[in-house]
C-alpha cells in the first residue's frame, strides 16, 4: 500500500504534464533518438498501431471503422488538426509534428512514439545517460525520482486516457474537445480499461527486464508483474 500511494504522489505530480500542459523547455527528439538505446522496444513498437498511427488517417485506410464514426472514409484527414493531436506526437508544439511534414521524417513524429506516453524527451534525456554511465562505472544506480524532477512523465494512465477516453460523456473527467468519434457507442473495441490496454502485446511495445539503472518510486503497481513475464535484453 505504501508503494501505491507513494507512485500516485509522483504520478500526480506529473499531471501538470498531461493532457496539455507542456513546459516551456519541453522538446521532443523523436522516436529515432530513443531508440539508440531502446533497440528492443523501438523494435516491438514498430508492429503496433501506435507506431502505425498515422497511416489510418489516409484516405481508404480503415474504411469500417470511419464509416461507423460517421466519418468519410474516402477523405484525407491527415492534416486534419483534430486527429492529429492523438495521432501524431507532440501535435501543437513547437518541436512536435507540424502539418505537413513527413511523418517519418528526421524525428519521426507521425505515430504515437515513446514520446507521447514518456514525455518531451530532451527534459529528462541527460539524466538517463548519467544514470546509465554511473552503472557501468561504479555499479550504482540511480534514485528514478530523479527523473520526475526533470520531467519524464510516469502519469502513463493519464497519457492514455487524453486520447482513449477523450469523448463526451466519457468517465475521463479530463475529456475536452477534440473529441475522438471513436467510442464504445460505436463498437465495444472503444471501450478503454488500461491495465488490460498495457498487457495487450498488439497495442504496447513488449516489456523487457529493467536492470535496476534507475531505483525507487515512482513504479506503477502493475510494473511487478508485467516484469514477471519480460523479456531480457541481453545487455
Given at each position: 500500500?505504501?508503494?501505491?500511494?507513494?507512485?500516485?504522489?509522483?504520478?500526480?505530480?506529473?499531471?501538470?504534464?498531461?493532457?496539455?500542459?507542456?513546459?516551456?523547455?519541453?522538446?521532443?527528439?523523436?522516436?529515432?533518438?530513443?531508440?539508440?538505446?531502446?533497440?528492443?522496444?523501438?523494435?516491438?513498437?514498430?508492429?503496433?498501431?501506435?507506431?502505425?498511427?498515422?497511416?489510418?488517417?489516409?484516405?481508404?485506410?480503415?474504411?469500417?471503422?470511419?464509416?461507423?464514426?460517421?466519418?468519410?472514409?474516402?477523405?484525407?484527414?491527415?492534416?486534419?488538426?483534430?486527429?492529429?493531436?492523438?495521432?501524431?506526437?507532440?501535435?501543437?508544439?513547437?518541436?512536435?509534428?507540424?502539418?505537413?511534414?513527413?511523418?517519418?521524417?528526421?524525428?519521426?513524429?507521425?505515430?504515437?512514439?515513446?514520446?507521447?506516453?514518456?514525455?518531451?524527451?530532451?527534459?529528462?534525456?541527460?539524466?538517463?545517460?548519467?544514470?546509465?554511465?554511473?552503472?557501468?562505472?561504479?555499479?550504482?544506480?540511480?534514485?528514478?525520482?530523479?527523473?520526475?524532477?526533470?520531467?519524464?512523465?510516469?502519469?502513463?494512465?493519464q497519457a492514455c486516457a487524453k486520447c482513449h477516453l477523450s469523448y463526451e460523456g466519457s468517465p475521463y473527467k479530463e475529456a475536452k474537445p477534440p473529441?475522438?468519434?471513436?467510442?464504445?457507442?460505436?463498437?465495444?473495441?472503444?471501450?478503454?480499461?488500461?491495465?488490460?490496454?498495457?498487457?495487450?502485446?498488439?497495442?504496447?511495445?513488449?516489456?523487457?527486464?529493467?536492470?535496476?539503472?534507475?531505483?525507487?518510486?515512482?513504479?506503477?503497481?502493475?510494473?511487478?508483474?508485467?516484469?514477471?513475464?519480460?523479456?531480457?535484453?541481453?545487455?
Open positions: 500500500m505504501k508503494r501505491i500511494i507513494v507512485w500516485l504522489i509522483g504520478a500526480l505530480a506529473m499531471m501538470s504534464m498531461a493532457p496539455g500542459a507542456i513546459a516551456a523547455d519541453a522538446v521532443y527528439v523523436g522516436v529515432k533518438n530513443c531508440t539508440k538505446c531502446h533497440k528492443p522496444q523501438g523494435k516491438s513498437w514498430a508492429e503496433t498501431a501506435h507506431a502505425k498511427s498515422f497511416e489510418s488517417l489516409k484516405a481508404g485506410t480503415k474504411a469500417d471503422a470511419k464509416k461507423a464514426a460517421k466519418l468519410d472514409p474516402a477523405k484525407d484527414y491527415t492534416q486534419d488538426k483534430e486527429c492529429l493531436t492523438c495521432h501524431t506526437t507532440g501535435f501543437g508544439t513547437e518541436t512536435g509534428y507540424q502539418v505537413g511534414m513527413k511523418p517519418g521524417g528526421k524525428k519521426s513524429m507521425g505515430s504515437v512514439s515513446c514520446e507521447s506516453c514518456h514525455g518531451a524527451g530532451k527534459l529528462y534525456r541527460a539524466e538517463h545517460g548519467s544514470a546509465q554511465s554511473l552503472m557501468k562505472k561504479k555499479s550504482e544506480s540511480t534514485a528514478r525520482g530523479i527523473l520526475v524532477e526533470a520531467g519524464q512523465n510516469f502519469a502513463y494512465e473529441y475522438t468519434p471513436f467510442t464504445p457507442n460505436v463498437d465495444p473495441k472503444y471501450h478503454f480499461e488500461f491495465d488490460k490496454f498495457v498487457r495487450n502485446g498488439d497495442a504496447m511495445h513488449e516489456h523487457y527486464k529493467l536492470k535496476d539503472i534507475f531505483t525507487g518510486d515512482p513504479v506503477p503497481p502493475i510494473r511487478v508483474e508485467l516484469q514477471k513475464t519480460a523479456h531480457d535484453t541481453l545487455k
